[in-house]
Structures are given as C-alpha cells and as structure tokens.
C-alpha cells in the first residue's frame, strides 16, 4: 500500500486532514490517569497527568498516539486535581468536535475521577468554573490590548505505571496572559516521549509541539492578541 501523508498520525490535526483527503478514519479512546514525580527546577512534585490514547485505523492501517490534557497537584504549582480534570474534559470535548466535524466518529467518553485508584482530600474543594486558553481567545474583545508570553520548558519526569516506571520527557508550554495588567497563567503539554527514546523521538516530538504551537499563535493572531511567538 502506498505511503499516506500525514501518517502515522500524531495529532488530531493529523487525523482530521487524513479524512478530508478521503481516507477511511477511525478513533477510539482509552484513558490513563498516571502518578508522575516532576523534576521541576530545585523544586521536584508529585502530580498526576490525564492521558488519552488515540487508536485507531486509517484505510485499514493502524495507528496510535497519545496527549496529555492536563496535570494536578495537590500543592500550587499546578492545577488542584479536582481542577485539573476538569480543564482536561474541556479540552478534550473541543478535540471531540472536531472530529466529529471532520466526519469522525468517537465516542465521547471523559475522564473521571471515580476511575482513579489514588484518594485525595478535599477532592471536590475547587468548584470555581474550568476554563482554557481558548476561552481568553474566545473573549480576547472584551480585553483591548491583551497580551501574551509564552514561556517554553523541557521538563523531566518519572511516570508510575501499574508494573513499571518510565522517565518521560514533557514539551511544557506556559503562558502569561496580560488583560489590562490582570495577570493569568495556562499551561499546555505540547508532546512529551520516553527518555530511553530520545533519538527516535525527540524531533519527531519537537515538531508535533511547534506545529500545536503554530496554530495556537494562528488563533491569537486572529482574534488580534499581541503574542511574541516563541519555538522548541
């Protein structure tokens, strides 16, 4: 069979130019909530990162990649897990529709925190209402002048599994949004691979977190935020 473009897929980008190309395109999704040991500069914790893995076949062939929708942590340097689970589930219903807008069927399934094994205290104490970075860009009129600076990090961690453990490379993007001097901060996980994979994997990831990046800094633009655009 003749070389797809655009395969393996690694992006839902991927998949949705895949099928306006005319490809038979199929997805299903299963859910890893992961322990992970970040190695943060002189400050190293514990979080948990919701993963969802992508399966699925494009003309009969097989493909599989995952993405991380968010991390929590019961201290301030991340989201609470409460928190984080939801911003996770926003992020991935807009990857859902558009899917679904491309003529992909998926069945809309979300993360739970029932589905985790680990307990936290004062689970449900954060009710305030999640919000992404698209929600700015979807309200960036009601803010003349906003701004944006993203800051880039490679960032170490340790991942638990059931039976093993894996140090894993994560493309952190943080962004410092200015809305006339109020100050907010969203964090994005562009790609992250196996340490003991870095030279299959490193440009390859590197490029699937510039092209996330690309359109992101596309929608600022758009929506006419100031944003100095910054790459791996």
């Known amino acids: 069979m003749k070389q797809m473009p655009n395969f393996p897929p690694g992006r839902i980008t991927d998949l949705v130019e895949l099928k306006k190309q005319g490809m038979d395109v199929t997805c299903r999704t299963t859910f890893e909530i992961l322990p992970v ?42 989201p609470h897990v409460s928190q984080a689970v939801m911003i996770a589930n926003r992020y991935l219903q807009r990857d859902y529709h558009r899917l679904e807008q491309a003529g992909i069927a998926v069945d809309r399934r979300l993360f739970s925190l029932e589905e985790m094994t680990v307990k ?50 994560f493309l952190m993007a943080n962004f410092r949004i200015d809305c006339q001097g109020k100050i907010t901060r969203y964090e994005r996980c562009l790609a992250c691979y196996p340490v003991e994979s870095d030279h299959e994997e490193r440009q390859k990831k590197i490029t ?3 092209q996330r990046l690309k359109l992101l800094y596309e929608e600022f633009e758009q929506a006419a935020i100031r944003c100095e655009k910054r790459y791996f």
């Open 120 to 169: 936290f205290e004062d689970l449900h104490e954060d009710t305030a209402q999640a919000t992404t970075i698209y929600d700015f860009i979807a309200d960036a009129s009601d803010c003349p002048g906003i701004s944006v600076e993203p800051d880039l990090e490679w960032v170490s961690a340790v991942e638990h599994f059931a039976h093993q453990d894996s140090r894993t490379i």
């Open 208 to 210: 699937i977190a510039n």
């Open 37 to 78: 040991e970040f190695a943060y500069r002189d400050n190293p914790f514990r979080a948990h990162i919701f993963v969802c893995m992508f399966n699925g076949t494009v003309n009969g062939q097989e493909y599989t990649f995952r993405k991380c929708y968010s991390r929590g942590c019961p201290n301030n340097l991340c």
